[in-house]
């Protein structure tokens, strides 16, 4: 699979400017903590690539040779231009990456379980989810307002399938995976919004049977 190719909307460095967050830098930080003294990871999936800041930048930051980043729609400005699929089977075979990551995107599946599933047949070593995760109404309310806040201006559908007492991780870990990084509540926000930092998570697991 060939390198991201970079979209022409970098050019004007507009996109560099909008999505170069806080938010998101701490994400990098928190990924490459996780990925630190991993070795090198020749090739690896961006499910849910977006604009592409994370394919963009992790190579630059870890042992990631090759970032093939993939989503169901190409955004107008991006870093990199995905490969787009029909957003139900991805268009690889079994354990085809090293790493098959996900940031912020499996709560906008339709079904994240079986969005996880296909991120685990890809990938022959390790799975990295930052994500979300809560215990009731009053926690999923509060991730409804940030997702509205962070994702209507793009256009991005908010159905709230967020992650509730750690489903998916349970889901994950009875798959043969191991974990070994975890970061909860993950210091993803700064001033009055570090109080909704406990419903931020991080965790890399490697599959045991490598």
């Known amino acids: ?4 190719t970079p979209h022409p909307s970098r050019a004007d460095g507009l996109i560099a400017r909008l999505s170069t967050t806080p938010y998101r830098r701490s994400i990098v930080d928190g990924i490459v903590a996780a990925l630190a003294d991993r070795g090198p990871l020749e090739r690896a999936l961006d499910f849910g690539a977006g604009d592409g800041f994370f394919a963009a930048h992790l190579p630059q930051l870890t042992g990631i040779q090759q970032v093939t980043p993939v989503d169901v729609v190409e955004r107008t400005s991006s870093w990199v231009k995905p490969l787009l699929y029909d957003g139900q089977t991805l ?59 962070g994702n209507r201006r793009f256009g991005i559908p908010s159905p709230q399938h967020y992650q ?21 509540p993950m210091p993803c926000h700064r001033g009055p919004l570090a109080m909704t930092n406990q419903l931020q998570f991080l965790g890399l697991w490697a599959r045991a049977d490598v």
């Open 1 to 4: 699979m060939p390198l991201p």
């Open 91 to 149: 268009p690889f075979t079994d354990r085809s990456f090293d790493l098959a990551y996900a940031v912020d995107v499996l709560h906008h599946c339709p079904d994240p379980i079986a969005a996880l599933a296909e991120m685990t047949r890809c990938t022959r070593r390790f799975l990295l989810v930052k994500d979300h995760n809560h215990t009731g109404p009053v926690g999923k309310a509060v991730l409804a307002v940030l997702d509205e806040l």
């Open 164 to 184: 509730q007492r750690w489903a998916w991780v349970d889901w994950i870990e009875s798959q043969g995976f191991v974990r070994c990084h975890w970061v909860h």
